[in-house]
Protein backbone atom coordinates (compact mmCIF):
# COMPACT_ATOMS: atom_id res chain seq x y z
CA UNK A 1 0.00 0.00 0.00
CA UNK A 2 1.74 3.52 -0.77
CA UNK A 3 1.69 6.04 1.85
CA UNK A 4 0.66 9.40 1.78
CA UNK A 5 2.30 11.77 4.99
CA UNK A 6 1.56 15.12 5.98
CA UNK A 7 4.31 16.38 7.73
CA UNK A 8 2.73 19.56 9.90
CA UNK A 9 -0.33 21.85 8.62
CA UNK A 10 -1.84 24.42 10.81
CA UNK A 11 -5.19 24.19 8.97
CA UNK A 12 -8.47 22.66 11.36
CA UNK A 13 -8.49 19.66 9.04
CA UNK A 14 -6.88 18.23 6.04
CA UNK A 15 -9.81 15.80 5.11
CA UNK A 16 -9.69 16.76 1.66
CA UNK A 17 -5.98 15.59 1.63
CA UNK A 18 -6.70 12.23 3.03
CA UNK A 19 -10.03 11.86 1.09
CA UNK A 20 -7.77 11.96 -2.01
CA UNK A 21 -4.68 9.68 -0.22
CA UNK A 22 -7.87 7.10 0.55
CA UNK A 23 -9.42 6.98 -2.91
CA UNK A 24 -6.31 5.83 -4.70
CA UNK A 25 -5.95 3.05 -1.63
CA UNK A 26 -3.01 4.73 -0.33
CA UNK A 27 -2.70 5.08 3.79
CA UNK A 28 -2.80 8.63 5.33
CA UNK A 29 -1.02 10.02 8.14
CA UNK A 30 -1.12 13.71 9.58
CA UNK A 31 1.42 14.56 11.93
CA UNK A 32 2.82 17.80 13.45
CA UNK A 33 6.76 17.46 13.31
CA UNK A 34 8.59 20.41 14.87
CA UNK A 35 12.24 19.70 14.04
CA UNK A 36 14.00 18.09 11.28
CA UNK A 37 14.54 14.72 13.14
CA UNK A 38 11.09 14.35 13.52
CA UNK A 39 10.30 15.18 9.92
CA UNK A 40 13.17 12.44 8.75
CA UNK A 41 11.59 9.90 11.28
CA UNK A 42 7.62 10.68 10.19
CA UNK A 43 8.35 10.62 5.64
CA UNK A 44 10.81 7.31 5.84
CA UNK A 45 9.06 5.02 3.56
CA UNK A 46 6.70 7.62 2.40
CA UNK A 47 5.55 7.42 -1.58
CA UNK A 48 3.93 11.53 -0.77
CA UNK A 49 5.14 14.02 1.67
CA UNK A 50 3.44 17.06 2.51
CA UNK A 51 5.27 19.87 4.09
CA UNK A 52 4.07 23.18 4.64
CA UNK A 53 6.46 25.06 7.60
CA UNK A 54 8.93 22.20 8.62
CA UNK A 55 12.54 21.43 7.34
CA UNK A 56 12.76 18.84 4.70
CA UNK A 57 16.41 17.66 4.93
CA UNK A 58 18.44 15.98 2.58
CA UNK A 59 18.17 12.79 5.37
CA UNK A 60 14.80 13.02 5.50
CA UNK A 61 14.75 13.19 1.57
CA UNK A 62 17.09 9.88 1.93
CA UNK A 63 14.15 7.97 3.35
CA UNK A 64 11.65 8.15 0.78
CA UNK A 65 9.94 5.52 -1.21
CA UNK A 66 11.53 5.13 -4.78
CA UNK A 67 9.73 7.68 -7.24
CA UNK A 68 8.24 9.58 -4.45
CA UNK A 69 6.85 13.23 -4.40
CA UNK A 70 7.09 15.94 -1.70
CA UNK A 71 4.44 19.05 -1.94
CA UNK A 72 4.90 22.03 -0.15
CA UNK A 73 1.57 23.80 1.36
CA UNK A 74 2.32 27.27 -0.25
CA UNK A 75 4.47 29.83 -2.54
CA UNK A 76 7.90 29.22 -1.30
CA UNK A 77 10.01 25.99 -1.28
CA UNK A 78 13.05 27.66 1.17
CA UNK A 79 12.15 24.99 3.27
CA UNK A 80 12.96 22.16 0.52
CA UNK A 81 16.74 20.79 0.10
CA UNK A 82 16.09 21.16 -4.06
CA UNK A 83 19.43 19.28 -4.76
CA UNK A 84 19.10 16.29 -2.72
CA UNK A 85 15.05 16.26 -4.20
CA UNK A 86 16.97 16.12 -7.18
CA UNK A 87 19.46 13.49 -6.34
CA UNK A 88 17.12 11.06 -5.27
CA UNK A 89 14.91 11.04 -7.95
CA UNK A 90 11.68 13.25 -5.97
CA UNK A 91 9.06 15.00 -7.67
CA UNK A 92 8.78 18.46 -6.07
CA UNK A 93 5.68 20.13 -6.14
CA UNK A 94 4.32 23.81 -4.75
CA UNK A 95 1.07 26.04 -5.32
CA UNK A 96 2.52 29.60 -6.15
CA UNK A 97 -1.20 30.52 -7.37
CA UNK A 98 -3.31 29.91 -4.28
CA UNK A 99 -3.22 33.69 -2.62
CA UNK A 100 -2.33 35.59 -6.09
CA UNK A 101 -4.78 37.93 -5.24
CA UNK A 102 -5.28 37.94 -1.66
CA UNK A 103 -0.87 39.09 -1.31
CA UNK A 104 -1.63 41.21 -4.15
CA UNK A 105 -4.74 43.07 -1.84
CA UNK A 106 -2.50 43.09 1.31
CA UNK A 107 0.46 44.61 -0.18
CA UNK A 108 -1.69 47.48 -2.20
CA UNK A 109 -3.47 48.31 1.06
CA UNK A 110 -0.17 48.17 2.80
CA UNK A 111 1.20 50.46 0.39
CA UNK A 112 -1.70 52.83 -0.12
CA UNK A 113 -2.01 53.28 4.22
CA UNK A 114 1.74 53.96 4.25
CA UNK A 115 1.84 56.48 1.08
CA UNK A 116 -1.18 58.68 3.15
CA UNK A 117 0.63 58.39 6.24
CA UNK A 118 -2.06 56.27 8.13
CA UNK A 119 0.13 55.13 10.73
CA UNK A 120 1.04 58.24 11.91
CA UNK A 121 -1.78 60.30 11.27
CA UNK A 122 -3.65 57.59 13.56
CA UNK A 123 -0.73 57.75 16.13
CA UNK A 124 -0.46 61.14 16.52
CA UNK A 125 -4.30 61.85 17.55
CA UNK A 126 -4.28 59.18 19.97
CA UNK A 127 -1.44 61.48 21.62
CA UNK A 128 -3.77 64.15 21.68
CA UNK A 129 -2.76 66.08 18.39
CA UNK A 130 -4.69 67.39 15.83
CA UNK A 131 -2.39 68.30 13.53
CA UNK A 132 -3.12 66.96 9.75
CA UNK A 133 -0.47 69.19 7.94
CA UNK A 134 2.26 68.63 10.58
CA UNK A 135 2.27 64.88 10.83
CA UNK A 136 1.47 64.45 7.21
CA UNK A 137 3.93 66.87 5.40
CA UNK A 138 5.48 65.86 3.15
CA UNK A 139 2.87 63.98 1.42
CA UNK A 140 3.13 63.52 -2.69
CA UNK A 141 -0.19 63.55 -4.67
CA UNK A 142 -0.13 60.08 -6.42
CA UNK A 143 -0.27 60.92 -9.81
CA UNK A 144 3.54 62.27 -9.15
CA UNK A 145 4.38 59.29 -6.96
CA UNK A 146 6.30 56.21 -8.20
CA UNK A 147 5.83 52.83 -6.85
CA UNK A 148 8.89 50.13 -7.59
CA UNK A 149 9.25 46.45 -7.35
CA UNK A 150 11.74 44.74 -6.82
CA UNK A 151 10.63 41.71 -8.71
CA UNK A 152 7.82 41.93 -11.25
CA UNK A 153 6.29 38.41 -11.24
CA UNK A 154 2.73 37.34 -11.24
CA UNK A 155 1.98 39.23 -7.88
CA UNK A 156 3.84 42.37 -8.66
CA UNK A 157 1.85 42.50 -11.42
CA UNK A 158 -1.55 41.98 -9.67
CA UNK A 159 -0.54 44.95 -7.09
CA UNK A 160 0.34 47.39 -10.15
CA UNK A 161 -2.61 46.40 -11.75
CA UNK A 162 -4.95 47.45 -8.39
CA UNK A 163 -2.44 50.62 -8.15
CA UNK A 164 -3.23 51.81 -11.24
CA UNK A 165 -6.22 53.71 -11.56
CA UNK A 166 -4.83 55.64 -8.92
CA UNK A 167 -2.08 57.53 -11.68
CA UNK A 168 0.80 56.08 -10.16
CA UNK A 169 4.26 55.50 -12.29
CA UNK A 170 6.15 52.15 -11.85
CA UNK A 171 9.61 51.18 -12.21
CA UNK A 172 10.64 47.78 -11.79
CA UNK A 173 14.23 45.67 -11.55
CA UNK A 174 13.53 42.30 -13.02
CA UNK A 175 15.89 40.64 -15.12
CA UNK A 176 13.45 38.02 -16.25
CA UNK A 177 10.38 40.06 -17.15
CA UNK A 178 10.38 41.05 -20.95
CA UNK A 179 7.14 42.19 -21.36
CA UNK A 180 4.97 45.71 -21.14
CA UNK A 181 2.82 47.13 -18.64
CA UNK A 182 1.51 50.83 -18.67
CA UNK A 183 3.10 53.47 -17.22
CA UNK A 184 6.29 51.18 -16.15
CA UNK A 185 9.63 51.91 -16.40
CA UNK A 186 12.62 48.93 -16.39
CA UNK A 187 15.74 49.82 -14.50
CA UNK A 188 18.22 48.33 -12.50
CA UNK A 189 18.61 48.06 -8.71
CA UNK A 190 20.30 51.66 -8.24
CA UNK A 191 17.71 53.09 -10.11
CA UNK A 192 14.86 51.26 -8.53
CA UNK A 193 16.24 52.29 -5.01
CA UNK A 194 16.89 55.74 -5.88
CA UNK A 195 13.66 56.28 -7.56
CA UNK A 196 11.02 54.83 -5.78
CA UNK A 197 8.75 56.48 -3.36
CA UNK A 198 7.28 53.25 -2.56
CA UNK A 199 9.36 50.33 -2.57
CA UNK A 200 7.31 46.66 -2.69
CA UNK A 201 9.41 43.46 -2.59
CA UNK A 202 8.32 40.45 -4.88
CA UNK A 203 11.79 38.34 -4.53
CA UNK A 204 12.30 34.99 -4.37
CA UNK A 205 15.57 34.60 -1.43
CA UNK A 206 18.37 33.31 -3.14
CA UNK A 207 22.02 33.49 -2.43
CA UNK A 208 21.82 36.56 -4.55
CA UNK A 209 18.81 38.12 -2.98
CA UNK A 210 19.29 37.17 0.78
CA UNK A 211 19.13 40.63 2.87
CA UNK A 212 19.63 42.73 -0.31
CA UNK A 213 17.22 45.47 1.66
CA UNK A 214 20.61 46.26 3.90
CA UNK A 215 22.27 49.25 5.07
CA UNK A 216 23.82 50.35 1.97
CA UNK A 217 20.94 49.93 -0.18
CA UNK A 218 18.79 51.62 2.54
CA UNK A 219 21.04 54.40 2.15
CA UNK A 220 20.12 54.77 -1.45
CA UNK A 221 16.34 55.11 -1.14
CA UNK A 222 14.72 58.91 -0.75
CA UNK A 223 14.26 59.80 3.53
CA UNK A 224 10.73 60.14 2.32
CA UNK A 225 10.48 56.44 0.83
CA UNK A 226 8.56 53.80 2.35
CA UNK A 227 8.94 50.01 2.10
CA UNK A 228 6.66 47.06 1.93
CA UNK A 229 7.53 43.53 1.99
CA UNK A 230 5.14 40.32 1.65
CA UNK A 231 7.26 38.32 -0.36
CA UNK A 232 10.25 36.76 1.54
CA UNK A 233 11.63 38.12 5.03
CA UNK A 234 15.48 36.93 4.23
CA UNK A 235 14.97 39.90 1.89
CA UNK A 236 15.67 42.28 4.62
CA UNK A 237 18.72 42.93 6.70
CA UNK A 238 16.44 43.90 9.98
CA UNK A 239 18.49 45.17 12.19
CA UNK A 240 19.82 47.85 9.59
CA UNK A 241 15.94 48.18 8.29
CA UNK A 242 15.19 49.46 12.13
CA UNK A 243 18.42 51.56 12.20
CA UNK A 244 16.71 53.58 9.24
CA UNK A 245 13.41 53.95 10.59
CA UNK A 246 14.67 54.86 13.95
CA UNK A 247 17.14 57.57 12.43
CA UNK A 248 14.42 58.66 9.69
CA UNK A 249 16.32 57.41 6.77
CA UNK A 250 13.14 56.07 5.52
CA UNK A 251 9.84 57.16 6.40
CA UNK A 252 8.05 53.74 7.04
CA UNK A 253 7.54 50.34 5.97
CA UNK A 254 5.45 47.37 6.44
CA UNK A 255 6.74 44.01 6.63
CA UNK A 256 4.52 40.78 6.86
CA UNK A 257 7.26 38.65 6.55
CA UNK A 258 10.34 38.03 8.67
CA UNK A 259 13.50 36.22 8.76
CA UNK A 260 12.58 34.19 11.91
CA UNK A 261 8.51 33.58 12.52
CA UNK A 262 6.88 34.43 14.96
CA UNK A 263 8.82 37.31 15.52
CA UNK A 264 11.36 37.37 18.43
CA UNK A 265 10.42 40.05 21.31
CA UNK A 266 13.70 40.71 21.17
CA UNK A 267 13.64 41.74 17.10
CA UNK A 268 14.29 45.63 17.07
CA UNK A 269 11.77 45.76 14.72
CA UNK A 270 9.33 45.23 17.70
CA UNK A 271 10.22 49.26 18.77
CA UNK A 272 11.14 50.71 15.53
CA UNK A 273 8.95 53.83 14.46
CA UNK A 274 6.81 53.90 11.12
CA UNK A 275 6.27 50.34 11.12
CA UNK A 276 3.62 48.16 10.28
CA UNK A 277 3.74 44.62 11.33
CA UNK A 278 1.94 41.85 10.37
CA UNK A 279 1.54 38.18 11.34
CA UNK A 280 2.23 36.65 8.12
CA UNK A 281 -1.35 37.20 7.45
CA UNK A 282 -0.78 38.40 3.57
CA UNK A 283 -2.45 34.90 2.03
CA UNK A 284 -5.27 34.71 4.13
CA UNK A 285 -8.72 34.14 3.30
CA UNK A 286 -10.94 31.29 3.76
CA UNK A 287 -11.31 31.30 -0.34
CA UNK A 288 -7.53 31.29 -0.41
CA UNK A 289 -7.31 27.73 2.55
CA UNK A 290 -9.95 26.20 0.50
CA UNK A 291 -7.86 26.78 -3.26
CA UNK A 292 -4.41 25.94 -1.50
CA UNK A 293 -6.15 22.57 0.25
CA UNK A 294 -8.09 21.62 -2.68
CA UNK A 295 -4.99 21.95 -5.38
CA UNK A 296 -2.53 19.87 -2.57
CA UNK A 297 -5.40 17.25 -2.69
CA UNK A 298 -5.38 17.51 -6.50
CA UNK A 299 -1.35 16.74 -6.21
CA UNK A 300 -1.80 13.63 -4.24
CA UNK A 301 -4.09 12.37 -6.50
CA UNK A 302 -1.48 12.99 -9.21
CA UNK A 303 1.30 11.26 -7.68
CA UNK A 304 -0.67 8.56 -6.58
CA UNK A 305 -1.84 7.90 -10.31
CA UNK A 306 1.59 8.71 -11.85
CA UNK A 307 1.15 11.83 -13.26
CA UNK A 308 3.39 14.73 -13.55
CA UNK A 309 3.30 17.55 -11.11
CA UNK A 310 0.99 20.73 -11.70
CA UNK A 311 3.52 23.28 -10.67
CA UNK A 312 7.27 21.99 -10.57
CA UNK A 313 9.44 23.50 -7.54
CA UNK A 314 11.59 25.55 -9.62
CA UNK A 315 15.12 23.97 -10.09
CA UNK A 316 13.29 20.21 -9.54
CA UNK A 317 14.29 17.79 -12.58
CA UNK A 318 12.73 14.75 -11.40
Known amino acids: ?14 TKEEAAARAQGASFERHACKTAEEVTAAVKGADVAVVQFALLTRAAIAG ?40 ADHTAASILALLRKLPALD ?7 WAA ?24 QEVATRLAPFGFHFLAHDPYFAGQFPRLTLTGLPGLLAGSDALSLH ?8 RIINAANLARM ?62 YSEVAVE ?13 L ?6 KPVPGSTA
Not at 305 to 310: D, I, K, L, S
Request: glycine share 8%; proline share 7%.
Open 203 to 210: APATPETT
Open 123 to 129: ASVRRGE
Open 305 to 310: TGQGVR
Open 133 to 156: VGIAKPLKSFVDTTIGFLGFGRIA
Open 64 to 103: FAPGATAIRYGVGYNNFDVAALNDHGVKAAYVPDYCTAEV
Open 222 to 283: KPTAVLVNTARGDLIDEPALANALSAGQLAGAALDVFQTEPLPADNPLRTAPNLLLGPHAAW
Open 1 to 14: MKRVVVTDATFPDV
Open 291 to 303: RLQSLVADEITRA
